[in-house]
């Protein structure tokens, strides 16, 4: 695909944002103003990075109102034609990609959401307050216990925040303890497929080089495991997600499948993004801290706020359908269009103060779960384990503010906003 011509008469240089390596520096909140200000609609080049073959390029939409715009109208801007992820899948892929919910478009799109609502209801996840309160309590004070036996110091993302996402959502979908592990690996390959930490969890293809993490071949030990899972629950039910997946008799195998891989990949990985990220903010914002832990302000909107601060999900693609024009920008058919929800989330034009950590803010209309018809299935449950967790920390963890020993170490990737290190002080050595 081409690029644009330019039209406009010339102006400052576009930055990039693009370079999935930066994102280990930090979000570019720098970049991402500029393009706010003077390019809102902003053609971004392609090239090949870390191993990855170059694309076309594609239109960063920054402003929060077009980013919303973009994605509640999915008759321009489809999820279905290229798929929601910004590098292109491999064409003879993009069929199996497409048979994804989060890959459709309505009202095929609704038909799955319908279903998979069924067994994902408010009921069945407030069932696990209780639970998701006592496993942050627990990882919490052992962390600090460890901490005294040693010198003081934690890795909250190993010892806390990874065990209790992936904990959490095992328990939700009813996966044995024996098979917890599976997940992780299954959500590092996919998730972490740009960071060179992340290589040994890749598929290689027979060139030796990695294949599309979410293509039939680097997922065909998800899906046998998915029917093997599924099978069981047919033979003991229980109260839990997958045997209501299982069950029900409109569900395909194929749709099982795909259900599994987004309930696994996006389930586990948007709190194990969000809470760590929390917590370092509010390691970076002693007063608001304090106020949080004084009980000065309320869980709910401290939640919504760090979750405006440290989106888990920093980008979505979607696809034009047809020529059209955002923002003053002429888009035309097939072109990719990407919404850049941190940038959206920290707009002047609707955020007063942006960049302050406002635990008390409202109105907050953050998009860190989305908008239009793929708005997160999952964030009643994310907000659940969220409001536990940092009140359990507030207890748990020693008065005083949190002190941080060494910078995070951020996840690579220009599409989660993830933390694979936050060590902190949390004891007396």
């Not at 489809?78 to 798929?83: D, E, F, M, Q, V």
Request: aromatic letters at 6%.
């Amino acid at each position: 695909m081409r690029g644009p011509a330019p039209e406009a008469p010339e102006q400052a240089p576009v930055p990039d944002v693009f370079d999935p390596r930066q994102y280990a520096q930090g979000i570019p909140h720098d970049r991402y103003r500029h393009l706010r200000d003077h390019h809102p609609v902003a053609w971004q080049e392609e090239p090949e990075v870390l191993g990855w073959p170059a694309g076309p390029g594609f239109w960063a939409v920054t402003r929060h109102a077009d980013v919303v715009h973009v994605l509640k109208d999915s008759a321009t801007y489809s999820s279905y034609l290229g798929a929601t992820q910004i590098r292109d899948p491999d064409p003879a892929d993009l069929p199996f990609i497409r048979r994804m919910m989060l890959n459709q478009d309505p009202p095929h799109h609704r038909r799955l959401r319908v279903l998979v609502s069924r067994a994902f209801t408010p009921k069945r996840v407030d069932r696990f307050a209780a639970v998701v309160r006592e496993r942050a309590r627990s990882l919490l004070t052992r962390a600090v216990a460890e901490a005294r036996a040693t010198d003081g110091t934690c890795d909250l993302v190993a010892r806390v925040t990874d065990d209790y996402a992936l904990l959490n959502l095992t328990d939700l979908l009813g996966v044995p303890d024996s098979d917890r592990g599976l997940l992780l690996h299954w959500t590092q390959r996919v998730i972490g497929y740009q960071d060179p930490d992340e290589a040994g969890t890749a598929v290689l293809g027979p060139d030796g080089k990695p294949v599309n993490p979410r293509s039939p071949a680097a997922l065909r030990d998800m899906f046998d495991y998915a029917h093997a899972l599924a099978a069981h629950k047919r033979q003991h039910p229980g109260d839990d997600v997958m045997t209501a997946l299982a069950t029900d008799p409109e569900l395909t195998g194929p749709e099982l499948e795909m259900f599994f891989f987004l309930l696994v990949v996006a389930g586990n990985d948007t709190v194990r993004s969000a809470a760590p990220g929390g917590l370092h903010l509010l390691a970076q914002h002693p007063d608001a801290y304090r106020r949080l832990r004084i009980g000065e302000v309320g869980l709910a909107t401290a939640v919504d706020e760090l979750l405006r601060r440290h989106p888990s999900v920093l980008t979505f693609r979607r696809t034009a359908t047809q020529d059209t024009e955002l923002a003053g920008t002429r888009i035309r058919t097939g072109d990719k269009v990407v919404v850049f929800h941190a940038s959206a989330n920290h707009d002047e034009r609707v955020f007063p103060d942006p960049y302050a950590l406002d635990l008390s803010r409202s109105p907050n209309p953050h998009i860190s779960f989305g908008d239009g018809p793929h708005v997160c299935l999952g964030a009643h449950f994310a907000r659940l384990q969220l409001r536990a967790l940092y009140d359990e920390a507030r207890r748990a963890l020693p008065p005083g503010p949190l002190h941080l020993v060494a910078p995070p170490r951020r996840l690579v990737s220009n599409f989660i906003n993830g933390l694979k290190s936050l060590p902190v002080r949390v004891a007396d050595s």
